[in-house]
């Protein structure tokens, strides 16, 4: 999948919604300078989602550097700034170094936990001739070997969860990374514990399962429910805060923490055995190991798993309090209409963190896609990138504030044809920031009301099939139209 977009910020967003949904590496290229910097805010994205994504820019000419004279695009620090948000930064000085360094990059970006990397080519060096040796890129496109788990700390973590009467799972993001869903899935079912996931791991387990909880730890009743688990599995998660209610849930001291990244563990909540590994190499190993509960056991861990359901449910109750009846409605009407394999795309927007992230259901693996760094404005070129990526329609929920950040990415839309429904909730402001305000402070709203265009009249002009809905059975009728519709749909 190939395309252009508007601003380089939104072509590394596409790449990141791109690798986010496929699992594979996303390739962003933009210029130096200027460009370099544009990018910058995709980055952050990637980088706070651990997201594979590979940034391909320029330099100013090779005997232009540290002059300091003005050169157009001159960025010196150019390399320093992005070593901020990246893995590994490159800069090539060898026309003969570029296949092979790029390749490289690819691979490392993928390899433990997914970071951007980047490299940087000066444009005096792009047109030099290059010899590639095809033995050494072979030998770097090797596939990467997943790192298994040492078999004393596996030893010590079966041990602790077969003694466990009320465990729970704890599925983050990482799980998706490495590819670990049925690996989950297999080991929830033979230590027979319910799955609650983070945002980012939404649909490591089907949310239609019966061991699934779904994304609602912090929502009462869960943490009531978390209290009383005796042990935990915490897989490919960094315990962020919102998750975590700001590191408050009572999540239990026999915690076993399986993660890529030897630096998360022990740093949110201590573990009781600490398992470094890629998730789905460490829970085959768990799953080996572990002893299934005996039938008498098993009695009273159904009850657990029934109380856990429960709680889920009552969460969710209250949820849809909270949102309303429309909204409620409106999500019912996106979960009854939609494919199992369709993306979910959320913006920093009201109402993806009042229902959007627990009311949407996520069926299956990589089809929940937020702004993981609570930035607005990635929605639109996050959606591009997914919809490209599966050639299906992706659902966008973003706020007119968000939206108005990546507008120029509507072009990009209609000219790679990308099927996004763009579910765009007007309040003519910045809802988050006006609820922040009402709360804290003198109470007083400051800059938090925007003009805004007429939505359906700028999507028209830009190609876009648009309508302007009142009411959720409105917005079902035009629902069904997007669906139906080869091309973008606000």
């Known amino acids: 999948m190939v395309t252009g977009c508007r601003h380089e910020q ?34 952050y994205e990637a980088h706070y989602a651990s997201s594979p994504v590979l940034l391909v820019t320029t330099q100013i000419p090779t005997h232009e550097r540290g002059r300091r004279r003005g050169f157009v695009h001159e960025a010196e620090h150019q390399a320093d700034m992005l070593e901020t948000v990246c893995k590994r930064v490159a800069s090539i000085t060898d026309p003969d170094e570029i296949a092979e360094t790029v390749v490289a990059l690819g691979r490392l970006a993928r390899q433990g936990r997914p ?18 040796d095809p033995a050494r890129l072979t030998d770097t496109v090797r596939p990467t070997r997943a790192r298994r788990p040492e078999p004393a700390s596996v030893s010590d973590a079966a041990r602790l969860l077969s003694a466990a009467e009320r465990p729970v799972i704890w599925a983050g993001g990482g799980v998706l990374r490495a590819g670990a869903e049925t690996a989950l899935v ?50 490919g998660t960094r315990f962020q805060q919102y ?53 008498a056991a098993d009695a009273g861990r159904m009850r657990h798993v029934a109380a856990g359901q429960t709680a889920a449910r009552t969460a969710r109750e209250l949820v849809v309090r909270h949102a309303g ?40 693996p990589r089809t929940s896609i937020r702004s993981t760094g609570a930035g607005i404005g990635p929605g639109l070129p996050l959606a591009i990138g997914a919809a490209l990526a599966t050639g299906e329609h992706t659902i966008l929920l973003q706020g007119d504030g968000g939206f108005m950040l990546s507008v120029g990415e509507l072009a990009t839309a209609v000219q790679a044809q990308a099927r996004v429904v ?22 007083m709203q400051h ?4 003009s805004a265009p007429d939505f359906t009249t ?6 876009v099939r648009s309508d302007r809905v009142g009411s959720a059975a409105e917005f079902d009728d035009a629902l069904s139209g997007a669906l139906a519709h080869h091309g973008p749909t606000r």
């Not at 690798?19 to 300078?33: H, K």
């Not at 990397?117 to 060096?125: E, F, S």
């Not at 030897?262 to 789905?280: F, G, T």
Request: charged share 20%; aromatic share 6%.
């Open 10 to 43: 939104g072509v590394v967003h596409a790449a990141d919604g791109y690798a986010r949904t496929t699992g594979g590496l996303g390739v962003a290229i933009v210029s130096t300078g200027p460009g370099t910097a544009n990018a910058m805010g995709g980055l």
């Open 115 to 132: 970071r951007p990397v980047a490299v940087q080519i000066p444009i005096d060096v792009q047109g030099m001739s290059a010899r590639v």
């Open 186 to 235: 297999d080991f929830a079912r033979k230590w027979n514990a319910p799955v609650l996931t983070t945002r980012e791991g939404r649909a490591a387990i089907p949310d239609d399962d019966p061991l699934s909880l779904g994304a609602l730890g912090a929502i009462d009743p869960m943490p009531d429910y978390l209290a009383t688990c005796d042990a935990m599995l915490a897989v």
């Open 243 to 295: 998750p975590t209610a700001g590191w408050t849930l009572p999540l239990p001291r026999q915690l076993v923490h399986l993660d890529i990244d030897p630096a998360m563990i022990d740093r949110a909540y201590p573990s009781a055995v600490a398992l470094v590994a890629d998730a789905r190499e460490g829970l085959r190993a768990l799953t080996a190991a572990i002893d299934a509960p005996g039938a």
């Open 325 to 364: 009846p429309d909204h409620t409605a409106i999500s019912d009407v996106l979960n009854s209409r939609r494919s199992r394999s369709a993306v979910v795309v959320r913006d920093a927007t009201v109402p993806a963190y009042v229902w959007g992230e627990t009311l949407l259901a996520a069926w299956e």
């Open 422 to 443: 763009i579910c765009l909730f007007n309040d003519s402001g910045y809802g988050m920031l006006r609820n922040i305000e009402r709360t804290t402070g003198d109470g």
């Open 447 to 450: 800059d938090v009301d925007l």
């Open 458 to 463: 700028l999507a028209t002009a830009f190609g």
